[in-house]
């Protein structure tokens, strides 16, 4: 199993520009999200999704999409990047029941100049 | 607002000491609450996990305390070690919604 994994691991974009960032995981998870992870904020959730064809908004959605259309895929999109938005983001996922272990990967690096 | 409050922001611990990291949390569902460790560079990865019927769970050096009069549940690291040099976040779920994670603490055990 490789688990959950995240590419690119490292991304630099000009303002304005879009991008996806990928996200898969081979453990037929039913709960999959991004967070981003920025100095002294923790890890915030971006949005968050409970099945394929299933998304819901997080704590800090603005700017970001995603859409689910498999249960091992969770494409994240930046629309038009700004530099508030240079960030780590980590996407996760886990068993559609409470309390059960977020695996996490390893994590792309965005910077937006 | 926040509603897993953690403390400290950072931490220094020498090497054999005990590390202690304390969570407040105000939402009385909340009904798991797992603690995650990360290494620079690294995703987070579950540590241990606590439900608020036992008010202790130990795993090896790894303890967590819960309090639910006081809401309150902390980590503590006997024996720390350099190897635990990390960052650690505590957070709660209730039933089938998100993970509420703290703002993370810094830990850097001194050789």
């Known amino acids: 199993n490789a688990g959950v994994t995240q590419t690119p691991k490292f991304q630099v974009l000009k303002t304005g520009q879009s991008m996806t960032l990928q996200c898969a995981q081979d453990m037929n998870h039913e709960y999959m999200s991004w967070y981003r992870q920025d100095p002294g904020m923790g890890l915030r959730l971006i949005h968050y999704?409970?099945?394929?064809?299933?998304?819901d908004q997080g704590e800090v959605p603005n700017g970001y999409n995603v859409s689910r259309s498999t249960t091992e895929d969770f494409p994240l999109r930046l629309l038009s990047a700004a530099p508030s938005q240079t960030s780590v983001y980590f996407c996760?996922?886990?068993?559609?029941?409470?309390?059960?272990?977020?695996?996490f990967g390893p994590g792309t690096r965005l910077t937006v100049l | 607002q926040q509603q897993v409050k953690q403390s400290p922001q950072s931490l220094i611990v020498q090497k054999g000491g005990i590390s202690i990291i304390n969570c407040a949390y105000e939402n009385t569902a909340f009904d798991y609450f797992p603690w995650y460790q990360q290494f620079p560079g690294k995703g987070p990865a579950l540590l241990i996990a606590i439900r608020p019927d036992v008010s202790e769970k130990k795993e090896g050096r790894f303890t967590i305390s819960f309090n639910k009069s006081a809401k309150q549940f902390s980590l503590h690291i006997m024996d720390s070690q350099p190897g635990d040099s990390a960052t650690y976040f505590c957070?709660?779920?209730?039933?089938?919604?998100?993970?509420?994670f703290g703002k993370g603490t810094m830990l850097l055990v001194s050789p």
């Open positions: 996760a996922s886990s068993y559609l029941r409470g309390g059960n272990e977020q695996f």
């Open positions: 999704s409970v099945g394929a064809g299933i998304t």
């Open positions: 957070a709660a779920i209730s039933g089938y919604s998100t993970l509420t």
